[in-house]
């Protein structure tokens, strides 16, 4: 590499829970910086998932994110002028942040009116193991579970 890495970027833990993940859901929530507004529709989320589930809602929330979460991934690897699809393992980091894209993304997609709503079904859905975030998840592991054959090509 002709440059150096960059240096990690460390994030504050969130004022009500005091956890890192929380805040790193947040920011990946957020839209032209209205960070308070993030904040408020995911702590609304949580206590919709709270009278739903009547169980403690960052706990439903920290499940449904470890169900969301990708273990495999595939990579297209170039190899003498034909494209593969390669399956690797996906670092820990990168597994947390796919897991949240994917939980806002079709959180946002969903039918309820407001975002708080959607998000508390997005969650409430992910923590059973089904929804449409999970669903990606699944087709991600079929992706790479297909492409196996091509694994002596890893990167």
Not at 12 to 36: A, C
Request: glycine share 8%; no cysteine.
């Amino acid at each position: 590499m002709r440059k150096a890495k960059p240096k990690k970027r460390y994030v504050l833990p969130d004022p009500k829970f005091r956890d890192v993940t929380v805040t790193k859901f947040v920011n990946n929530l957020m839209y032209d910086g209205k960070k308070s507004l993030a904040y408020s529709i995911f702590y609304g989320a949580l206590e919709i998932v709270e009278k739903k589930t009547s169980e403690n809602g960052l706990e439903v929330w920290k499940k449904a994110l470890s169900n969301v979460m990708p273990s495999v991934e595939v990579k297209s690897r170039r190899v003498g002028g034909a494209t593969f699809q390669v399956p690797t393992e996906v670092r820990a980091e990168r597994k947390q942040s796919l897991g949240m894209k994917w939980m806002i993304g079709y959180a946002r997609k969903r039918g309820e009116k407001t975002m708080t709503e959607r998000l508390a079904g997005e969650i409430i859905a992910a923590s059973k193991g089904e929804g449409a975030s999970v669903k990606k998840k699944d087709d991600t592991h079929r992706m790479a579970d297909a492409n196996k054959a091509f694994s002596h090509f890893r990167l």
